[in-house]
């Protein structure tokens, strides 16, 4: 599946522009600058499918990707990020708390989770809006990279037990690294066989 082509769809900001719920979807939540889409740029072989910034707050729509012939890929704006204009802030968080209680087709969220700082008040949020929808989410901790193992055996048990007390949580975590390609084979693997 990862090998054909993905191709950008369209960005929407608003639920009416959504494409035609006509396909199994799966998307890329997380903190503004946690490295979504320099993920789906990772799943894809990618340089610059999905733009990536050092920036917080790159990524503003809800951006979606063709993979093959029947599933999206879905880039989502981030949360937790107070910098961007408050009326600007809060229309994306509208968007995107809308999107994942509301998206039938919404196989499965990826939350994503940096290594370095594990889940936050803000993650707890979303994930607690996740179990409410009944969203099945997944953990991807990223920028294994930049941390050392023991460092990431200790924040690897804080998200476990953070998790522990959200039902829609599935509880394999994937621990990835866009930069390394660490963890990206495991990920297209899971994708391609969401059912
Ligand atoms: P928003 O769209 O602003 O919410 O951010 P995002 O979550 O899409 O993050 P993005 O992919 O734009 O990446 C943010 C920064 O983190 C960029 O400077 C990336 O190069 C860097 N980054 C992403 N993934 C990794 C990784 O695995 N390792 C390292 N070292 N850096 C990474
Ligand atoms: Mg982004």
Same mark, same amino acid.
């Given at each position: ?22 396909? /199994?979807?799966?998307? *890329?939540?997380? =903190? ?32 979606? *990707? ?21 009326? /600007? $802030?809060? =229309? ?15 196989? =499965?969220? *990826?939350?994503? /989770? ?22 099945? *989410?997944? $953990? ?19 998200? =476990? ?35």
């Amino acid at each position: 599946l990862f090998a054909g082509p993905c191709d950008f769809v369209k960005g929407v900001t608003t639920m009416e522009a959504l494409p035609p719920a006509d396909r /199994i979807e799966v998307c *890329f939540a997380g =903190r503004s600058n946690v490295g979504k889409s320099s993920l789906i740029n990772a799943l894809t072989g990618r340089k610059a499918l999905a733009r990536a910034s050092n920036t917080p707050g790159r990524t503003q729509e809800i951006n979606y *990707f063709a993979l093959g012939p029947s599933r999206y890929l879905v880039d989502l704006p981030g949360y937790g990020y107070a910098e961007a204009p408050k009326p /600007i $802030v809060e =229309r994306w968080q509208r968007l995107l708390k809308g999107y994942l209680a509301g998206r039938q087709t919404l196989r =499965r969220a *990826f939350v994503l /989770i940096d290594t370095r700082h594990g889940v936050k008040s803000v993650d707890e949020e979303i994930l607690t809006l996740l179990d409410r929808s009944a969203v099945t *989410f997944q $953990v991807v901790m990223t920028k294994a990279d930049k941390v050392s193992q023991a460092e990431r055996e200790a924040v690897l048990d804080q998200v =476990r037990g953070a998790l522990k007390k959200h039902p829609a949580a599935y509880p394999e975590l994937v621990m990835t690294s866009s930069e390394k390609g660490m963890g990206i084979e495991t990920l297209r693997t899971i994708v391609a066989t969401l059912g």
